[in-house]
């Protein structure tokens, strides 16, 4: 059983602060917000196993969050934790299938136990491997930045390439005030924002998105009431709309290192533009952020957390798992557009599929992959995929004819087009023997 994740909501930060310590001090993976509607987009965005609210707050209650929280997820577990409660205010929350309501003050031991019925903690083993793992970033981040504060919650960062990017990204902000980034159409660098936004302490704070044309035209004063927004981020979206504008914002965004204040601003163009482009715009200080396609981990990520988060909503715990053949599909796909597509198709899924593991009979239409290679010959067909992926990413890097390609890597094969790419026998075969 993997260890669980806990929110806890407390309008009161510093009580919302006493229970995280408390609860990671016992080996919980705990996450804490102090508004209702930002812990509703947290539920929106992360599984968890467990909710702890606040009863008594300003503008949403618990009881209206708890109503909010039961629309997405109808069999969440939910600790309501208050001072005395009059008869009519626990009846409204009985009838709300609140599972359990504690009072204040907490007694320490007992609220433990009652967090033990719902939701795993880390093993010992578990718990020292991620302290060794906080100790190793801290470490590393002294030694110039080259890591981050913590594992992220919201950006999937399993694979090498997309946790060299966010150490890369993460290191070059805490340099400078300004980061430039492209984003592949429909990538997901708006959990890369959350991510740098909440290593640099804004805790659930909403992130502003604003148009380079619009900032321009606005200019430090544009700049300047953006940030002044205490409700929001010191993380700053500026939206790109083409690679002519990168060296434009670098001009204009050094002017506003004084009126930012220590905010991180980053620009982002989402475009399909050839990387050498954006590179020579950006004076090789901008970062690519890479496409799902090459980040199969992350693929891997994202497809468990959205099964997950739509088979509770739905009430189908099982519905949650993958079968070999469905797992195999879902990797071996070659993701064109986005995370968000990702996301669609798991759900769409988990919509169609009984209570039981997603299979390639459900999956396969969607990702019209009727049938999965016989198991011996999955890793071949895998390896021979991501060698395509590599050709192409290498023909675009060193602006190669496929000839020029082709003598390079001492092939016999004549390749002519993308699609000869395939019939490119494995470089390194040995990446299959098992």
């Not at 919980?28 to 102090?34: C, E, P, R």
């Not at 320490?108 to 010992?124: C, G, I, Q, S």
């Not at 930045?145 to 902000?173: C, G, L, M, N, T």
């Not at 079968?323 to 988990?350: C, G």
Request: negative net charge; charged residues 25%.
């Amino acid at each position: 059983m993997m260890p669980g994740r806990i929110l806890v909501l407390d309008d009161e930060e510093n009580y919302a602060e006493m229970l995280q310590h408390l609860l990671q001090a016992h080996g919980y993976q705990v996450d804490m917000s102090t508004r209702p509607e930002r812990a509703i987009e947290r539920l929106q965005e992360i599984p968890y196993d467990l909710v702890i609210s606040d009863y008594k707050m300003p503008i949403l209650d618990g009881s209206d969050f708890l109503r909010k929280a039961r629309e997405l997820y109808p069999n969440l577990p939910f600790i309501l934790v208050s001072g005395l409660m009059n008869t009519p205010e626990l009846v409204k929350v009985a009838n709300m299938r609140v599972t359990l309501v504690l009072e204040k003050p907490l007694d320490p031991n007992d609220f433990l136990e009652d967090v033990a019925k719902f939701v795993e903690a880390m093993t010992d083993e578990e718990k020292a491997q991620s302290e060794r793992n906080s100790v190793a970033a801290k470490a590393s981040i002294n030694h110039k930045y080259r890591s981050y504060p913590e594992e992220p919650r919201f950006f999937s960062a399993s694979s090498s390439i997309s946790k060299r990017f966010i150490q890369d990204v993460w290191s070059a902000s805490q340099v400078k005030g300004q980061v430039f980034i492209l984003e592949p159409v429909g990538g997901d660098a708006p959990l890369v924002l959350k991510e740098l936004s909440a290593w640099r302490g804004n805790l659930d704070k909403p992130i502003q998105s604003v148009n380079f044309g619009d900032l321009l035209k606005g200019g430090a004063e544009k700049l300047k009431a953006l940030l002044s927004n205490d409700e929001a981020s010191d993380v700053l979206r500026i939206q790109l709309s083409s690679s002519e504008q990168i060296a434009a914002a670098q001009a204009h965004l050094e002017k506003f290192v004084e009126p930012a204040q220590g905010a991180l601003l980053v620009c982002v163009l989402c475009a399909e533009i050839p990387v050498a482009e954006f590179l020579q715009a950006s004076g090789g200080a901008g970062f690519i952020l890479p496409k799902l396609s090459r980040r199969p981990t992350d693929v891997a990520v994202y497809a468990r957390r959205f099964a997950r988060m739509h088979a509770h909503r739905l009430a189908k715990p099982n519905a949650a798992q993958f079968s070999d053949e469905a797992t195999y599909a879902i990797l071996a796909y070659e993701w064109p557009a986005n995370f968000q597509q990702l996301q669609k198709v798991i759900e769409d899924a988990v919509s169609k599929n009984e209570n039981a593991p997603l299979s390639l009979a459900v999956l396969g239409g969607l990702l019209n992959c009727e049938q999965a290679p016989a198991p011996e010959l999955r890793l071949t067909h895998y390896v021979k995929q991501a060698q395509v992926n590599q050709l192409k990413d290498e023909l675009i890097a060193s602006s190669e004819s496929f000839t020029m390609l082709a003598h390079r890597l001492e092939l016999t094969t004549k390749i002519q087009s993308e699609e000869d790419l395939k019939d490119v026998p494995l470089l390194n075969p040995k990446l299959v023997s098992l």
